[in-house]
């Protein structure tokens, strides 16, 4: 039968893997940033205390009025704010349309949609500034056929429109997993529910609100959670269309943090980039207590 | 009557609010097919033809000229995500098991472990990564990238084995035990073979997953030519000045053709795997 000494024994390499593989940087982290080190040879470092913290607070730059670490923290928060807001509307919308009764062909839209699923996010990224390109890509090319503009539009030059088309491009990167996960939440609500409703002469909109938003709101809150966490860590995005410009008007705290470390080698460095590592560990930490909390609440006992 | 036209323009409503949205989906996918297909030699203008107007597949052939290396780069994420996925596999399977069937001290909290440590993205790990690998001077390592990207898909490997174990019903191994078999012989015996079309699906799942974080571990680990992963090789000519456009969405296309026909091979499991599952 089951012993539980073999339980342990079975364990043990999950508990290496975790020791190993996320204890060991993390306590690295935590102690770097204590340290000042640059990238080109970290093993050299000296200790400078909480500096680094409070670095995060006084280093105005490249504008007098708010700090590097702030001003690309707030960024990031209202960044993913705008991501995951698209990503949840447009995602729960897309998933009644693709599970409805009255569409056609289902399971084709279904597989096709599940293809940006699978392309790795750089060439992602790769794909979509060629689509968004200022004079040649095919979204201005749609917009000039259908005279919704009359100059081709460079997306990715002002700050306000990069910022816009970053986040966009993120959500149709987790839109993806967000529609299928929805999807899968959707078909278990059990249909008497709905033939009830219908008994009772209750139009689409008011079931919509009546039943599927309450029926589906555990599924809708974790798929929220996470795709928080995965757009509070999205890096290739942004870094493949924009590199954090122009002007840092797409500077998340990924981005920040690896300027921080590999390229601003006077300025930044390895210790205070660790400093601001131990923040975006924090909010995903933060998130991830919810997470853990919706997902025993909604566990069947 | 009325009802009968209303459900008609329902229908209609519903198809064309669909296909809008797939066709949102699938625009860069559609651009980067049309770009690639379309003559290198044809100058650009704007408004861009919105279907391949000449069709020719030599920028197939040209984007290995372009990209010379472009074999080589296929074959790193290759190496790369292979690792990737059998290390998290290996670790995967054991504790997968033993957190699915047994009842033990730690098991809650290690449940919790896998669920928090799945949150886990490159860039929170990006610099102490970086500053380990270099300290041990294993950067520019095949070894670095695969290591560094099994953190990212060992939780979730460990997650799926879990929940597709919970679907395996337990009287099948009873009756290995009550045969005189081992809990070892049983893992061997019964459960692995049961498990075996889960297994290649969260084998290919992590190798989809690693594959696409190759990109930003890489970045910092790798700087060898001759060790990068495909987005990091691409990547080199995508960021100079003038792009190549039509060969560089032919190499993207070919290079994206493998993880994209391994997704849909296994789709169904993994939404099945992602869906179901729970803590205790």
């Not at chain 1, 204890?23 to 340290?35: D, H, M, Q, R």
């Not at chain 1, 078909?187 to 079931?207: F, H, T």
């Not at chain 1, 980039?273 to 853990?292: E, G, L, N, P, R």
């Not at chain 2, 030599?58 to 472009?70: I, M």
Request: some cysteine.
């Amino acid at each position: 039968m089951y012993k539980k000494s073999s339980a342990y024994i079975l364990i043990i390499p999950l508990i290496i893997a975790f020791c190993i593989l996320i204890g060991w940087p993390l306590i690295n982290v935590v102690k770097n940033s204590f340290y000042e080190a640059t990238f080109l040879n970290p093993a050299q470092k000296t200790f400078t205390g909480w500096r680094n913290y409070t670095w995060l607070f006084t280093f105005k730059y490249p504008t007098p009025n708010i700090s590097y670490f702030v001003a690309a923290f707030s960024r990031s928060l209202f960044w993913v704010a705008c991501s995951v807001l698209i990503k949840v509307i447009i995602g729960l919308l897309a998933a009644v349309l693709l599970n409805s009764e009255y569409l056609y062909g289902k399971k084709i839209y279904r597989s096709l949609l599940i293809i940006p699923w699978a392309i790795p996010w750089a060439m992602a990224a790769m794909m979509w500034a060629w689509t968004l390109n200022g004079q040649f890509g095919i979204i201005n090319s749609i917009l000039l056929n259908l005279h919704i503009i009359e100059q081709p539009v460079s997306f990715l030059s002002t700050n306000a429109s990069a910022f816009i088309t970053t986040f966009i491009v993120d959500a149709w990167v987790g839109l993806p997993f967000m529609v299928i996960m929805l999807i899968s939440g959707l078909q278990s609500i059990p249909d008497s529910l709905y033939e009830a409703a219908d008994l009772d002469g209750a139009g689409d909109i008011r079931k919509f609100f009546r039943i599927t938003i309450p029926m589906i709101k555990p599924v809708l809150l974790t798929v929220s959670l996470l795709s928080m966490v995965w757009t509070f860590n999205s890096f290739d995005i942004i870094w493949v269309l924009t590199q954090g410009g122009p002007a840092r008007a797409t500077e998340t705290l990924p981005i920040a943090i690896y300027n921080t470390s590999f390229r601003m080698i006077r300025l930044g460095g390895i210790g205070k980039a660790s400093a601001m590592t131990i923040m975006q560990v924090m909010v995903v930490t933060i998130i991830s207590v919810f997470y853990i909390k919706t997902m025993q609440e909604s566990e069947p006992k | 009557m009325k009802r009968n036209t209303k459900t008609t323009t329902k229908k209609i409503l519903f198809q064309i609010l669909a296909l809008l949205f797939i066709g949102f989906m699938l625009l860069p996918i559609y651009q980067m097919i049309i770009t690639s297909l379309r003559p290198a030699e044809l100058p650009w203008e704007s408004p861009a033809p919105l279907y391949p107007d000449k069709v020719t597949f030599k920028n197939f052939t040209d984007a290995f000229h372009l990209v010379p290396r472009l074999p080589r780069y296929l074959l790193n994420s290759f190496i790369y995500g292979f690792g990737v996925s059998l290390l998290s596999l290996i670790v995967a399977i054991p504790s997968g098991y033993a957190l699915a069937r047994f009842r033990f001290l730690l098991k809650r909290p290690l449940m919790i472990l896998v669920i928090y440590a799945n949150m886990f993205a490159p860039i929170m790990l990006l610099v102490p990564i970086f500053t380990i690998m270099k300290t041990f001077g294993i950067t520019n390592t095949y070894m670095s990238v695969i290591l560094a990207g099994s953190i990212f898909t060992i939780p979730l490997s460990t997650w799926l084995t879990i929940s597709y174990m919970q679907t395996i019903p337990v009287e099948i191994e009873e009756a290995g035990f009550i045969d005189g078999c081992t809990q070892y012989n049983v893992i061997g015996k019964v459960v692995l073979p049961l498990m075996k079309p889960a297994l290649v699906s969260i084998f290919i799942y992590s190798f989809i997953t690693g594959w696409s974080q190759q990109f930003i571990l890489a970045l910092v680990l790798i700087n060898d030519d001759k060790l990068m992963p495909i987005a990091q090789g691409l990547y080199q000519f995508f960021s100079r000045s003038s792009v190549r456009w039509n060969e560089l969405m032919a190499a993207i296309l070919l290079s994206t053709l493998v993880p994209i026909a391994l997704f849909l091979l296994v789709q169904n499991y993994i939404v099945k795997g992602l869906t179901t599952g729970s803590i205790k």
